[in-house]
């Protein structure tokens, strides 16, 4: 593993606030000097050590409440370098995102966020169960829907959110992003989802191709 990823995986996990702030100031101001942007660190830094501690936990070498921790250290310090909203925001279809069942919430705060400042306007649903998510998306006429899932059965609804939409006869896009369908490659398709997107930047990249592609 990359040296500042593990020095940064030992701050966390040891709870050592201020060397974890160190080490996320300065890779913020070296990718600055680069022409990155501080999502890139997001992405090259905290993804992968978070990453790291949830195996690390999985194989029974980390206890729960240094995951917990970690996240909680991790949902500060990205909340500072968060980008500003684009107040020149773009013609796009109603959109909105929604972490479906469980309690991860990090990666749909990095997605909004990001969303927001590529000059998209989004509702965020903050967290929902099933059945109150398809009156909502009805409701509110959304023509697409962004659905964090960082559990397998969250990202399994995926599958019973679309058949109640198809009951329905409501057509919705549906782009899923997170854990599950990170490591299980043909799991977006499985759950009928319409695209899944690795990261924050990669839910632009999507939706941009959507709205090019209906012009
Ligand atoms: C931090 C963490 C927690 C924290 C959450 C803190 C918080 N407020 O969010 C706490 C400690 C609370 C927690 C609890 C639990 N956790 Co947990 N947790 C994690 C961990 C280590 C990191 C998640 C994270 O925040 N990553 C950082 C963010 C930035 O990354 P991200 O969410 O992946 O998002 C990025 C991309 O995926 C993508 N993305 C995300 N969503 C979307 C959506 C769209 C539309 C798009 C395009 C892209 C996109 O873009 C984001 C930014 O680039 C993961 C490990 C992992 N590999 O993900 C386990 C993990 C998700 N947890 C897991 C489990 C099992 C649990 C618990 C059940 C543990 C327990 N026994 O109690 C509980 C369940 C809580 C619940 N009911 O939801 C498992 C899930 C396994 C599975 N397949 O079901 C994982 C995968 C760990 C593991 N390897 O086993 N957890």
Request: with cysteine; glycine share 6%.
């Amino acid at each position: 593993m990359d040296a500042e990823i593990q020095g940064f995986c030992d701050a966390l996990e040891t709870l050592d606030r201020a060397r974890a702030d160190a080490i996320f100031d300065e890779a913020i101001s070296k990718a600055a000097l680069e022409g990155r942007s501080p999502i890139d660190v997001v992405t090259a830094l905290i993804m992968p050590a978070l990453s790291e501690i949830g195996r690390g936990w999985h194989e029974g070498a980390l206890a729960l409440s240094q995951v917990y921790m970690s996240g909680r250290i991790c949902e500060q310090l990205v909340e500072q370098v968060l980008p500003p909203s684009d107040p020149d925001r773009k013609r796009q279809p109603r959109s909105a995102i929604v972490v479906l069942h469980d309690h991860h919430m990090l990666g749909k705060r990095i997605v909004y966020a990001m969303m927001r400042a590529s000059g998209f306007e989004l509702f965020d649903y903050g967290r929902m169960e099933l059945p109150e998510l398809v009156e909502r998306v009805i409701a509110d006429r959304l023509r697409v829907l962004m659905v964090s899932a960082l559990m397998l059965p969250s990202a399994l609804k995926v599958r019973a959110l679309r058949d109640a939409l198809d009951a329905r006869g409501y057509p919705l896009k549906i782009i899923v992003g997170g854990a599950p369908f990170l490591m299980d490659n043909a799991l977006w398709r499985e759950v009928g989802a319409d695209a899944m997107g690795r990261d924050a930047a990669e839910a632009v990249t999507i939706i941009t191709g959507w709205m090019e592609a209906a012009r």
